[in-house]
């Protein structure tokens, strides 16, 4: 059965990247949910997609005068302020809340909604026994020594965290080999597709998928692949090679169809309300 992996959680009815999102999309019915690991100024693991704040905090209210809005140039307690309700509420990103898909009270819920620490959601995994993934991000001003991967892996030692509960994706493919020697029972994911993520890592994903002798040569077994470049003939393809392929981000119920017939083995939707239909 194809997983439904919840894209950034539900995030298209509630602010992304948090623990309500998280929450609701694990009531909704997903198997899991996909998150983004971002640095703060102070070397904090948070959740948070972007290189900068603009988009989904009221960073620039609270701190107008601030020189820079990249995450990088914040600190765990200046990020701890910000709003990601406001923010999703005035800007309504899906256009739910205007189609009435989002209850008042869903909305009076969001109004403290923080962005978590990956420490809040490694505690919300070991609590609710729901599997989470973890994209790494390549992320605009972190400090070049900075190791992701070892710190991310130290944090779901410290709070034992069962392995079996996490999956770690990223781009950069370098960082997933680092996390299996870190932890070789942490299942990894590679990312393929989009052009800026891809042409910072040195991403030939035709090359990599396609090729007979490199599929035979090296351990790839999870293909997280962007929908928008990928056929169906070539995920066939992958499948006879015993890879694994879940798309990215697929929204529109015919099309979540349409994979699902192909044998896919997981969608990233930001509508899992939706697909849940589809069982």
């Not at 995450?71 to 899906?94: G, S, Y």
């Not at 891809?198 to 396609?210: E, G, P």
Request: glycine share 4%; hydrophobic share 40%; net charge negative.
């Amino acid at each position: 059965m194809t997983k439904i992996i919840a894209h950034r959680g539900a995030r298209s009815v509630a602010p992304e990247n948090t623990i309500a999102a998280a929450e609701i999309a694990r009531l909704i019915g997903a198997d899991l949910w996909e998150c983004d690991v971002s640095v703060t100024k102070d070397g904090h693991l948070i959740l948070f997609h972007d290189d900068n704040l603009l988009r989904t905090t009221d960073v620039v209210k609270k701190f107008p005068l601030h020189n820079s809005f990249q995450v990088a140039d914040f600190d765990l307690a200046q990020i701890k302020t910000l709003n990601t309700c406001t923010v999703f509420i005035k800007n309504d990103p899906f256009g739910e809340i205007a189609a009435g898909n989002i209850s008042d009270e869903s909305l009076e819920s969001f109004k403290d909604e923080k962005i978590p620490t990956l420490e809040d959601a490694l505690n919300y995994t070991k609590k609710t026994g729901w599997t989470i993934n973890l994209e790494l991000k390549s992320q605009i001003g972190k400090h070049p020594n900075f190791s992701i991967p070892k710190m991310v892996v130290e944090l779901i030692i410290k709070l034992k965290v069962d392995p079996m509960l996490i999956i770690i994706s990223s781009f950069n493919h370098r960082w997933l080999e680092d996390v299996k020697n870190l932890f070789p029972d942490i299942e990894v994911q590679h990312l393929f597709g989009d052009d800026l993520e891809d042409k910072k890592n040195n991403i030939d994903w035709q090359h990599l998928a396609f090729n007979l002798d490199f599929l035979d040569s090296y351990d790839f077994e999870t293909y997280n692949i962007n929908s928008s470049i990928i056929t169906i003939d070539k995920i066939k393809f992958l499948k006879m090679q015993g890879k694994k392929v879940n798309l990215f981000t697929v929204n529109d119920k015919n099309s979540m169809k349409h994979y699902i017939d192909a044998g896919v083995d997981g969608i990233f939707t930001d509508y899992p309300q939706i697909m849940v239909t589809l069982r």
